[in-house]
C-alpha cells in the first residue's frame, strides 16, 4: 500500500478515536484475503467477474462492510485491468514484437512486466539473462496506446522459447506459430 493510503489510514483512525496501527492492520488483513481469492475463473463472466469476485470477499470476510468490499473491488479490478495483476501473486507478463520478412512473423525483441516491492517493473530483455529497463516505454504505450503498439501479449512459455533463441542466437517463428514442415 502507497505511504499516502497509510498516512490517510491513520488520519481516519484518529478522527473516529481508533488506534491508527490496529485499523491498518485490518485493511491489510482485508487485502491479503481479497488477493487470496480464486480468481482464475472470472474473467469469463459477461461483467468480468466483478459481482461473482464481490461475493467470494463477503463470504471469505463477512465482517466487511459493502463499502469495504467495493473498495477492495475497485482495487482487484484496477490491478487486473490496468496493471495486468491478477492476484498478490505477481507474475510476470511477457510481450514480443515481431519482425522479419514474410508470412510467418518472427519475434525480435522481448519484454516483461513485473512487479518489485510493491513496484511495476517494464523491461526489455538484452542478452541472455540481461534484462534493462524500459527505457522507450513500449509496455506502457502497449496499455496506453493498445492500437498503436508493435507488441503482442505472450505467454510465460513463449517468453521461454525467446530466451532460447536469444542463447542460441537464432530467431525463428514461435512453435506455436511456424508452419507444418
Given amino acids: 500500500m502507497p505511504l499516502a493510503d497509510e498516512n490517510a489510514v491513520a488520519d481516519l483512525a484518529r478522527t473516529h478515536s481508533v488506534d491508527p496501527d490496529a485499523l491498518l492492520a485490518g485493511v491489510y488483513d482485508a487485502i491479503a484475503a481479497s488477493d487470496d481469492l480464486t480468481i482464475s475463473d472470472l474473467s469469463t463472466y459477461s461483467d468480468g467477474g466483478a459481482s461473482t469476485y464481490k461475493s467470494r470477499l463477503a463470504a471469505a470476510r463477512p465482517n466487511l462492510s459493502s463499502a469495504a468490499i467495493d473498495a477492495l473491488a475497485s482495487r ?88 532460447e533463441m536469444v542463447r542460441a542466437r537464432e530467431y525463428v517463428p514461435f512453435r506455436s506459430t511456424a508452419a507444418p514442415r
Fill in 76 to 163: 482487484w479490478f484496477f490491478r487486473l485491468r490496468w496493471l495486468g495483476i491478477e492476484s498478490g501473486i505477481d507474475a510476470p507478463r511477457y510481450f514480443v514484437r515481431y519482425g522479419g520478412e514474410g508470412a510467418t512473423p518472427i519475434p525480435v525483441a522481448l519484454y516483461r512486466r513485473r512487479t518489485a516491492e510493491g513496484a511495476i517493473v517494464d523491461e526489455v530483455l538484452k542478452d541472455v539473462g540481461e534484462w534493462r529497463p524500459d527505457t522507450r516505454r513500449q509496455i506502457h504505450n502497449f496499455f496506453a496506446f493498445s492500437l498503436e503498439s508493435d507488441l503482442e501479449e505472450v505467454t510465460a512459455a513463449a517468453a521461454a522459447e525467446f530466451e
